[in-house]
T-cell receptor, first 113, second 114 residues
């Protein structure tokens, strides 16, 4: 199985600040995605991280709020900008190779106060 | 886009009995259907998956069935044990240019009663 590492694992942030989450995957992974899981809810896709180009965002998510980078095949970052308490969620990095299983990182548990 | 519905939202079964969770999807082009188990405070973990060229797949106590015509798929857990208690998510994906993004169901909280 693919190895996907995320950091930070947990953080408490002040309203109005920004936080960058890092995701490192092993070489088996070609596709990378970022999901959000609000408390007690399902997983919602934020965007597909594209290597060397702008991410592809899902409806309801915009680049200004969730800028994403993927400078190479195995690394991506998600920034949650100008945070509000509504951004308190688990943010999950996921990845896989086409035709194969999608795996998840451990998640970044974010609380905005 | 794809829409995945999942039922029931909560399910309680006696230890040793079977549990069944059902999902429907909207896009007939979907071709990959994984099931994830999420324990409290942990990441979703894949427990079984099925592709559209297969009608059923089994792994020990867990099985998944797929009805492409009706666009629904189900998770079956037999001889349930306390450690099966968790939230289960179904998902569906469509391969487009190698971009297999998953759309998730709303989740089922399964409780096994000892």
């Amino acid at each position: 199985s693919a190895v996907i590492s995320q950091k930070p694992s947990r953080d408490i942030c002040q309203r109005g600040t920004s936080l960058t989450i890092q995701c490192q995957v092993d070489s088996q992974v070609t596709m990378m995605f970022w999901y959000r899981q609000q408390p007690g809810q399902s997983l919602t896709l934020i965007a597909t991280a594209n290597q060397g180009s702008e991410a592809t965002y899902e409806s309801g998510f915009v680049i200004d709020k969730f800028p994403i980078s993927r400078p190479n095949l195995t690394f991506s970052t998600l920034t949650v900008s100008n945070m509000s308490p509504e951004d308190s969620s688990i943010y999950l990095c996921s990845g896989g190779a086409s035709g194969n299983t999608i795996y998840f990182g451990e998640g970044s548990w974010l609380t905005v106060v | 886009g794809e829409n995945v519905e999942q039922h029931p939202s909560t399910l309680s079964v006696q230890e040793g009995d079977s549990a069944v969770i059902k999902c429907t999807y909207s896009d007939s082009a979907s071709n990959y259907f994984p099931w994830y188990k999420q324990e409290l405070g942990k990441r979703p973990q894949l427990i079984i998956d099925i592709r559209s060229n297969v009608g059923e797949k089994k792994d020990q106590r867990i099985a998944v069935t797929l009805n492409k015509t009706a666009k629904h798929f189900s998770l079956h857990i037999t001889e349930t044990q306390p450690e099966d208690s968790a939230v289960y998510f179904c998902a569906a994906s469509i391969t487009r240019g190698g971009n297999e993004k998953l759309t998730f169901g709303t989740g089922t909280r399964l409780t096994i009663i000892p």
